[in-house]
């Protein structure tokens, strides 16, 4: 069964740390993973897809699919970094896609 | 530019009924997808139209249905509303150009309430 995995609910780091949002999927086709962000009070934002292999606002993320995963990353976390975090998974059945949210990461970075 | 509008942004049904959200996508983009976001089941995705073809489905069950329009404007309608279908349901739009450069704008939402 096609699934994505966010183990962590909540995650807390301190201004200046390094900061990992884990995501695991589990899918038998070849994945096509994504980061969404909601920083309170405002829209959701489609962050960065692995297709594009880009950073934005620092983050990076890397598919890794030997051990299924597509943690996000962040060398250095800021205060504005704090939001909720969904890893999504489009998954194939036939000629069309559905999109699968892990069920947030909510990260709070501390000063 | 504009962004990404959805009317009504409040609404309130009571079961049994039939609810019809609109979304306006940004000028331009030809893809539009709909989502569903609930406290207990997060977010969902319920489906994609570009060009006035429904591109990628969820799985909703068939009470669920959308719509687009030449202009690109969609809609999404609910028949037989239950009290789970109360949500806030999203859409977004992009230019749906593939090679996935395009940015995904999103709406604010419309905050459906079944009683």
């Known amino acids: 069964a096609q699934r994505v995995t966010q183990p962590e609910k909540l995650l807390s780091v301190f201004k200046g740390a390094p900061v990992e949002l884990k995501c695991n999927y589990s899918y038998s086709g070849s994945p096509e993973l994504f980061w969404y962000v909601q920083y309170s009070r405002q829209r959701l934002q489609l962050l960065l897809r692995h297709i594009s292999r880009e950073s934005i606002k620092g983050f990076t993320a890397d598919l890794n699919k030997g051990e299924t995963s597509f943690h996000l990353k962040k060398p250095f976390a800021q205060e504005e970094d704090s939001a909720m975090y969904y890893c999504a998974l489009r998954a194939y059945g036939g000629s069309q896609g559905n999109l699968i949210f892990g069920k947030g990461t909510k990260l709070s970075v501390k000063p | 530019k504009a962004g990404v509008t959805q009317t009504p942004r409040y609404l309130i049904k009571t079961r049994g009924q039939q609810v019809t959200l609109s979304c306006s996508p940004i000028?331009?983009?030809?893809?539009v997808s709909w989502y569903q976001q609930t406290p207990g089941q997060g977010l969902q995705f319920l489906f994609e139209y570009f060009s006035e073809t429904q591109r990628n489905k969820g799985n909703f069950p068939g009470r669920f249905s959308g719509r687009q329009f030449s202009n690109s404007r969609s809609e999404m309608n609910v028949s037989t509303l239950e009290l789970g279908d109360s949500a806030l349901y999203l859409c977004?739009?992009?230019?749906?150009?593939?090679?996935?450069?395009?940015?995904?704008?999103f709406g604010p939402g419309t905050r459906l309430t079944v009683l």
């Open positions: 000028s331009g983009h030809r893809s």
């Open positions: 977004a739009s992009t230019t749906g150009s593939a090679g996935g450069k395009d940015t995904q704008y």
